[in-house]
């Protein structure tokens, strides 16, 4: 099977914003697995606003994808032969395989997806990474209670969205931040938030949010930082729990921003902020997917994912996720299911 | 007894560093006490950074003092005529009377001291409010585990040289951030702490504290904010906590200050910044109390006070007090014990 593969490798550090020359499709040839390993038929390919961190050169909680390496990224595939025991031809799996058409992997890197029970897409969504950020970042890191208000940043995106929704569950009123009108509308009419407004169109964030919680702010869930969290923090109640999930504005900056320092209204408010990572719940990931895939089946927790085709675009479809541009989960489907 | 009472009267809002022209003495007739009421003659008052805020006409925890008030402040003092049961002439107690030589308080806001037990004084430093701020604020807040490292700002003043002294009596290396040679050498030769560098000798915060803190920084107990924090932040290790206690280098500006974006580290890290009050712990006051006093008798608790004499010098003391002139806590002795 020569040069019959695809992949994606990054061609350059982006500067700022990336851009699509930062990448290459490069085509190279498909080896076969080895005892333990199988080759993997990639479906969905991810892309998610964590990986703007691996392609810069800084340490992190993860190192750095190399220039001319594969893009890093969680997929979703079929296995096309197998040489470890726990999977055959056929069985559905995720894993960490990158950018590419076709990957080898390790069998125990793998994870098995049952296509029974949701669309196989979820497994990078909703019932995957992005779900259960929402899902521990949200009960774990927040503990809404009911009547509480809870404000969401980038609330139409995949995190974002099923924070909402869980809020909502909890009795609590959602209030989410969107970056366009049609995403006022998904989440308010679709996704059942009590409120929502589009941040570009609104000149004093802070008094459109006082408007929206008039019992002020319990708990914030944020994935965007800068100017919107900047809004939110001076309105937070006593005893407000602000989660720290992702800072999506600020990763495409080149030199640092400034912003007011806002600590001293975590003292008056007796506020707690945290940084997480989904990572850290890896030994609770069987409960949060079984809930989840519960809220899921009954139709309480609803989801989008905006699908673009073919592996070629996996940078266009990076870089306008970055851009604010999808709704619910951005994926590339690379071959049919 | 006309006009034997002073006090000290707030005569404009500081606009900047307060200056002694911001308050004013005025002498004042001394009423009797009425049923349930108890005359008390000031021994000390206190000053502490948080009055800072009370001085700003803004909404915070607790009101701003009103132009022509008596300073706020909590003060420790000798009752001279009692009409509330629980106290008699003589006993000494402690109450939120202001800046004055004489106050009438309803006796059931006033609280017990037992002289023999420790200096009256302590009960408005490492036995008091600031003691306790130490001992809730370390303790409950951070959590510090044996063996990791913690780091306070401030780490002269009367919080602050507590935090760095509990941190050590629970196993922990204490490292003193400060604004003197002399409060270095207060802090690591009198107190124990591992080590303490004066901010103002060094230009590179950030690398002078990697190589005080050579296994990173669990814990941050802040009192200061500012460009010392931002130094601090991005060095935590992951899981750190970060107690805000105060902003000290926040106060006395006119125009907010901008600083760095650093949530980001939150995330990588996996760090929680939580700011406090001591007025939450008050349920608990007896149990921190307990504890200090325990550690203050054995003298593994130090523990310093600096005394300004004359209620006409308490703005001076305030002033200076906020500028890091003190070392331990800062008093004003206004009547012989």
Same mark, same amino acid.
């Given at each position: 099977?020569?040069?019959?593969n695809?992949q994606? =490798? ?12 930062? %990448?290459?499709?490069?085509? =190279?040839s498909?080896?076969? +697995? ?15 606003p ?5 392609l810069?050169?800084?340490k992190?909680?993860? +190192?750095?994808?190399?220039?001319g ?24 799996? %995720? ?9 080898i992997?390790?069998?125990q ?8 029970a ?30 509480e ?5 980038a ?6 969205s ?7 569950i ?5 209030v ?9 509308r998904?989440v =308010? ?7 929502a ?24 869930f ?23 999930c992702?800072q @999506? ?5 080149? =030199? ?48 989008r994912e905006? @699908? ?6 996996? +940078? ?22």
């Amino acid at each position: 099977m020569e040069d019959l593969n695809q992949q994606i =490798t990054v061609a350059a550090r982006p500067e700022g914003f990336p851009k699509e020359s930062d %990448f290459q499709l490069v085509s =190279t040839s498909i080896r076969s +697995p080895r005892d333990g390993e199988c080759l993997v038929q990639v479906i969905y390919l991810s892309v998610d606003p964590y990986m703007r961190g691996r392609l810069r050169d800084v340490k992190s909680y993860a +190192p750095p994808v190399a220039i001319g390496q594969v893009m890093v990224g969680r997929v979703v595939g079929r296995v096309l032969e197998s040489r470890y025991e726990g999977y055959r031809e056929g069985d559905f799996v %995720f894993g960490d395989l990158g950018w590419r058409k076709y990957g080898i992997a390790k069998g125990q890197s793998l994870v098995r997806i049952n296509p029974q029970a949701a669309p196989i897409s979820t497994a990078l969504g909703v019932l995957g990474m992005p779900g259960l950020t929402s899902y521990f970042g949200l009960l774990d890191v927040c503990q809404p209670q009911s009547g509480e208000t809870v404000v969401v940043s980038a609330a139409a995106g995949a995190v974002g969205s099923t924070v909402g929704q869980i809020a909502k569950i909890k009795g609590c009123r959602a209030v989410g931040i969107v970056g366009s009108d049609e995403k006022v509308r998904y989440v =308010t009419q679709e996704l059942g938030f009590d409120a929502a407004f589009n941040y570009k169109s609104v000149d004093n964030h802070s008094e459109k949010l006082k408007g929206l919680c008039p019992r002020g702010i319990d708990v914030y869930f944020d994935g965007v930082g800068g100017a919107i969290t900047d809004a939110v923090i001076p309105l937070v109640n006593v005893k407000a729990r602000i989660a720290i999930c992702g800072q @999506i504005s600020q990763y495409n900056l080149e =030199t640092p921003e400034m912003g007011p320092r806002l600590f001293w209204h975590l003292i008056v408010k007796r506020a707690k902020m945290e940084g997480f990572l989904v990572t850290d719940y890896t030994e609770r990931r069987e409960e949060g997917l079984r809930q989840l895939s519960e809220w899921v089946r009954s139709g309480t927790l609803k989801y989008r994912e905006q @699908i673009t085709e073919g592996i070629e675009n996996a +940078p266009r479809a990076f870089i306008e996720m970055l851009s604010g541009r999808n709704i619910g989960k951005q994926l590339v489907k690379v071959s049919a299911e």
